[in-house]
């Protein structure tokens, strides 16, 4: 029987600190899905679609493990697509205690909702300061992400726009 976790987030977008989680994950589940989902809360910078491609090229260019699965879902609860596919863990990385307050309440309630665990998983001490909101930030006001983000994401979000 596969152990099949799925790392969700919104990954807009994708950071070196997501990407470290992820290759984490992969080492320790025989699937990992990744799975961009829409937070009505955030207002996002990029489409869904692109947060995937990017995802995508990110973990191709680290030449992560074959096991990475990368989607979105946005028709209902994340326990839905973790019982659709068979997943019973959930792996997040937290950076503080302010994501430990706000991942609990929704690790018990996925618990208690369809026997999903959530596994925290701390970051990479060199990526533990750095956000999605941080990076979109630097990145619309003209600064530099290449050293918080995969190159592909770089290039792709210091590239003129039309």
């Given at each position: 029987?596969?152990?099949?976790?799925?790392?969700?987030?919104?990954?807009?977008?994708?950071?070196l600190g997501h990407l470290?989680?992820?290759?984490?994950?992969?080492?320790?589940?025989?699937?990992?899905?990744?799975?961009?989902?829409?937070?009505?809360?955030?207002?996002?910078?990029?489409?869904?679609?692109?947060?995937?491609?990017?995802?995508?090229?990110?973990?191709?260019?680290?030449?992560?493990?074959?096991?990475?699965?990368?989607?979105?879902?946005?028709?209902?609860?994340?326990?839905?697509?973790?019982?659709?596919?068979?997943?019973?863990?959930?792996?997040?990385?937290?950076?503080?205690?302010?994501?430990?307050?706000?991942?609990?309440?929704?690790?018990?309630?996925?618990?208690?909702?369809?026997?999903?665990?959530?596994?925290?998983?701390?970051?990479?001490?060199?990526?533990?300061?750095?956000?999605?909101?941080?990076?979109?930030?630097v990145a619309t006001l003209?600064?530099?992400?290449?050293?918080?983000?995969?190159?592909?994401?770089?290039?792709?979000?210091?590239?003129?726009?039309?």
């Amino acid at each position: 029987m596969s152990r099949i976790a799925v790392v969700p987030g919104s990954f807009d977008p994708v950071t070196l600190g997501h990407l470290d989680v992820i290759e984490r994950a992969a080492k320790t589940f025989d699937e990992v899905h990744v799975v961009v989902v829409h937070n009505p809360g955030k207002t996002a910078l990029l489409p869904i679609a692109q947060r995937v491609s990017l995802i995508e090229q990110s973990v191709a260019d680290a030449r992560l493990a074959g096991n990475i699965r990368v989607t979105s879902w946005s028709m209902g609860l994340l326990v839905d697509y973790c019982t659709e596919i068979g997943a019973t863990v959930i792996v997040k990385g937290i950076r503080s205690q302010v994501d430990v307050a706000y991942e609990t309440p929704m690790a018990i309630v996925n618990r208690d909702l369809a026997a999903v665990e959530t596994i925290f998983m701390l970051p990479n001490p060199a990526h533990a300061y750095v956000s999605s909101s941080l990076v979109r930030q630097v990145a619309t006001l003209g600064g530099d992400v290449a050293p918080y983000v995969p190159r592909s994401v770089s290039d792709f979000l210091q590239a003129p726009r039309e």
